[in-house]
Nanobody, 121 residues
Framework: QVQLVESGGGLVQPGGSLRLSCAAS????????MGWYRQTPGKQRELVAL???????NYSDSVKGRFTISRDNTMNTVYLQMNSLKPEDTAVYYC???????????????WGQGTQVTVSS
């Protein structure tokens, strides 16, 4: 119903920057918000950034002030600009799409394939 394709992951030095992209297609009208998650081995996926159709954004405490989520006006593409990267940011990053628009209730109904981000010297 909704397809998400991610790109932009890679290897970056601590303090560096990386920009992730998520291209959405399908029945996007059903999507009211999109978020970026990350996951490391043995851990559950963590929501780190959320953006709604109303352009409201929210961030986890661990990335607030360093990451910026944005989107185009049709919700076709969502970005995650990651600055001041730390080794602790190393994870597989996923974009997700869902109907809920609040941080506490958002649940991704559709997922991208994930892209590896590695922060290392």
């Amino acid at each position: 119903q909704v397809q998400l394709v991610e790109s932009g992951g890679g290897l970056v030095q601590p303090g560096g920057s990386l920009r992730l992209s998520c291209a959405a297609s399908g029945t996007i009208f059903r999507v009211n918000a999109m978020g970026w998650y990350r996951q490391t081995p043995g851990k559950q996926r963590e929501l780190v950034a959320l953006i709604t159709r109303g352009y409201r954004t929210n961030y986890s405490d661990s990335v607030k002030g360093r990451f910026t989520i944005s989107r185009d006006n049709t919700m076709n593409t969502v970005y995650l600009q990651m600055n001041s990267l730390k080794p602790e940011d190393t994870a597989v990053y996923y974009c997700g799409a869902g109907a809920q628009t609040t941080w506490s209730t958002f649940r991704a109904d559709y997922w991208g394939q994930g892209t590896q981000v590695t922060v290392s010297s």
